[in-house]
T-cell receptor, first 113, second 114 residues
Framework: EDKVVQSPLSLVVHEGDTVTLNCSYE??????LLWYKQEKKAPTFLFML????IEKKSGRLSSILDKKELFSILNITATQTGDSAIYLC?????????????FGTGTRLTIIP | KAGVTQTPRYLIKTRGQQVTLSCSPI?????VSWYQQTPGQGLQFLFE???????NKGNFPGRFSGRQFSNSRSEMNVSTLELGDSALYLC?????????????FGEGSRLTVL
């Protein structure tokens, strides 16, 4: 059974700290790994990773994929209260030309001012 | 450009009833996917529609069904509701199939089953 596991489940840090969120996976027919941020309802897309070792950056957020060890990390530096959200990791799987996302349960990040 | 619109935003039903949820994708998007989000299970894939045809299906019982219309709007239906169906139901659209990196989510329909 395809599995995506995120850790920690929740994390509370002070503004300005750096955090690392983890995502490991055991799936068949891997295509890509995606990170989403969910603040209230609608998850919003952050990154899509397909190749190992290539860091993707967007401002204070960065992410990297290790396809050998089957995990990804999401780093947030100089955290701000607006970073408080649930961060979702998802793996895109392809099966007979059909594609779907399998999500982890998410990491709830809380930034204390 | 309007985002993905889901209606209703909140609804309360009782066990045994049925419910229909609606999703209007971003204009021009032809692929619509549905997900169920619960605190314990996270987001779980329900099904994907493209060009009015169900292209992919998750591991949910037959009580969960859906359809897509010619204008790409989609509906999902849950019959014989159970308490465990209480969840946030999220719809996501993309321009084409296979563009999971370009999924745009709606704000969801929060279903409570009493």
């Amino acid at each position: 059974e395809d599995k995506v596991v995120q850790s920690p489940l929740s994390l509370v840090v002070h503004e300005g700290d750096t955090v690392t969120l983890n995502c490991s996976y055991e799936v068949t027919n891997f295509r890509s790994l995606l990170w989403y941020k969910q603040e209230k309802k609608a998850p919003t897309f952050l990154f899509m990773l397909t190749s190992s070792g290539i860091e993707k950056k967007s401002g204070r957020l960065s992410s990297i994929l290790d396809k050998k060890e089957l995990f990804s990390i999401l780093n947030i530096t100089a955290t701000q209260t607006g970073d408080s959200a649930i961060y979702l990791c998802a793996v895109s799987l392809t099966n007979f030309g059909n594609e779907k996302l399998t999500f982890g349960t998410g990491t709830r990040l809380t930034i204390i001012p | 450009k309007a985002g993905v619109t889901q209606t209703p935003r909140y609804l309360i039903k009782t066990r045994g009833q049925q419910v229909t949820l609606s999703c209007s994708p971003i204009s021009g998007h032809r692929s619509v996917s549905w997900y169920q989000q619960t605190p314990g299970q996270g987001l779980q894939f329900l099904f994907e529609y493209f060009s009015e045809t169900q292209r992919n299906k998750g591991n949910f019982p037959g009580r969960f069904s859906g359809r897509q219309f010619s204008n790409s709007r989609s509906e999902m239906n849950v019959s014989t509701l159970e308490l465990g169906d209480s969840a946030l139901y999220l719809c996501a659209s993309s321009l084409l199939r296979g563009r999971t990196g370009e999924l745009f989510f709606g704000e969801g329909s929060r279903l409570t089953v009493l």
